[in-house]
Nanobody, 115 residues
Framework: QVQVVESGGGLVQPGGSLRLSCAAS????????MGWYRQAPGKQREMVAS???????NYADSVKGRFTISRDNAKNTVYLQMNSLKPEDTAVYYC?????????WGRGIQVTVSS
């Protein structure tokens, strides 16, 4: 059984910060790629940040310079540090983990940026 659980979301004022965590447990095997996606009402799910391997990172243009993705392979955990948050960052955030054989999604966690 594989479990993927996000944490760290919530309500924050514009300009504030949040740190999201996503931890996987169970017989997931080696995780090659980790990433964060988000989906706002009425919009398609989009990639926010990803690490296809231990060294490479990719960011959406809208979050470059504000968000930082990192990973702890020993804990099967991926993090997303979000700084200088804007109202347009409001969305449900999902983590995605890729092994050789499977793709795993977290259940999603709400991030709301509002004054």
């Amino acid at each position: 059984q594989v479990q993927v659980v996000e944490s760290g979301g919530g309500l924050v004022q514009p300009g504030g910060s949040l740190r999201l965590s996503c931890a996987a447990s169970g017989s997931i095997g080696r995780i090659y790629a980790m990433g964060w996606y988000r989906q706002a009402p009425g919009k398609q799910r989009e990639m926010v940040a990803s690490m296809p391997n231990d060294a490479s990172t990719n960011y959406a243009d809208s979050v470059k310079g504000r968000f930082t993705i990192s990973r702890d392979n020993a804990k099967n955990t991926v993090y997303l540090q979000m700084n200088s948050l804007k109202p347009e960052d409001t969305a449900v955030y999902y983590c995605k983990l890729n092994s050789l054989w499977n793709l795993y999604w977290g259940r999603g966690i709400q991030v709301t940026v509002s004054s």
